[in-house]
Structure formats: structure tokens, C-alpha cells
């Protein structure tokens, strides 16, 4: 028996898979021939055979071993998405820290000295050092003629 062309698409046809024009366009292909014909008789053969087998039951112990297998499964699936998320994690910290290391870095060879002026507008107000420079004495200065009240503001 030589197999035809179109056998491939009867297991389409016996299930309903088939578009409209092309499942009566295999119809008319299996009137006429006998090979794909047969093929279509064993399919239904087949089908009639398995919804009338009766399904075969399990013992409660296989029953228990297989619903414990999934609760195990679920388990080890958890576990490594954890894990997976926690490696992903841990790499992202140590290219933050490497990241923020290296702009620290930068950032502190960037920095210019400070003025006297401006180390005195933020310093606490005390008396003046009997040894401030003038320039000192100028900051503080206008640092207590800016925090006074004076009317003008």
C-alpha cells in the first residue's frame, strides 16, 4: 500500500482541525481513494476503542507518592527562583559599591581646599582666637552681620 499525498492531513480532518474549503476538498479526496479512506476507518476505529476503555484507577499509595512528588517539585522550584534572585541581587550590590567606590574616589580628588572665610560662616559662633588672621576676622564678621536682624531684610 503506497501512501498518499494527502494521509498527512486526515488526523486534521478526523479531529476537526481542517479550514472549511479544505476539509471538503479532502471529502471528495477520500471518496476516491481508498488509502486515505482505510486511514480514516482506523482513526474512528481507534477513537471508539478509547472512550470505550474504562480508565484504569491508582492505589491511594501511588496517589500520596504523586501528590507529594509535586509538592517537592513546587518546593525545588521556589528554592531556585530564590536563589536565582538572590545571585542577581548580590550583583548588583557589588557593582553599586564598586560604582560608588569609584565616583568617591573621583569625587575626593576633585575637592579644592576651603577658604578661611568659608571654614569660619559655618563654624560655631565663640569668641575670636587672640591669633585669627584678618582674613578670619573679616568672615566672622560678616557671618555675624548676616545672622543679625538688622532691618533691612
Given amino acids: 500500500?503506497?501512501?498518499?499525498?494527502?494521509?498527512?492531513?486526515?488526523?486534521?480532518?478526523?479531529?476537526?482541525e481542517l479550514p472549511g474549503e479544505e476539509c471538503r476538498d479532502l471529502e471528495e479526496h477520500i471518496r476516491e481513494c481508498s488509502t486515505?479512506?482505510?486511514?480514516?476507518?482506523?482513526?474512528?476505529?481507534?477513537s471508539r476503542l478509547l472512550a470505550a476503555a474504562e480508565m484504569p484507577g491508582m492505589?491511594?499509595?501511588?496517589?500520596?507518592?504523586?501528590?507529594?512528588?509535586?509538592?517537592?517539585v513546587r518546593e525545588v522550584f521556589v528554592l531556585r527562583t530564590a536563589e536565582r534572585v538572590m545571585t542577581v541581587a548580590a550583583a548588583l550590590l557589588v557593582v553599586c559599591a564598586v560604582w560608588f567606590w569609584q565616583t568617591a574616589g573621583a569625587l575626593d580628588s576633585g575637592i579644592?581646599?576651603?577658604?578661611?572665610?568659608?571654614?569660619?560662616?559655618?563654624?560655631?559662633?565663640?569668641e575670636a582666637p587672640a591669633e585669627a588672621s584678618a582674613?578670619?576676622?573679616?568672615?566672622?564678621?560678616?557671618?555675624?552681620?548676616?545672622?543679625?536682624?538688622?532691618g533691612s531684610d
Fill in 59 to 72: 492505589s491511594s499509595d501511588v496517589l500520596e507518592r504523586l501528590h507529594s512528588s509535586v509538592s517537592s
Fill in 1 to 16: 500500500m503506497t501512501a498518499c499525498e494527502h494521509n498527512r492531513k486526515i488526523s486534521a480532518y478526523h479531529d476537526g
Fill in 135 to 150: 582674613e578670619e576676622m573679616l568672615a566672622q564678621w560678616m557671618v555675624l552681620d548676616l545672622s543679625q536682624e538688622n
Fill in 112 to 126: 579644592e581646599r576651603l577658604e578661611d572665610w568659608e571654614i569660619a560662616a559655618v563654624w560655631p559662633q565663640t
Fill in 36 to 46: 486515505c479512506a482505510q486511514e480514516l476507518e482506523q482513526l474512528r476505529s481507534l
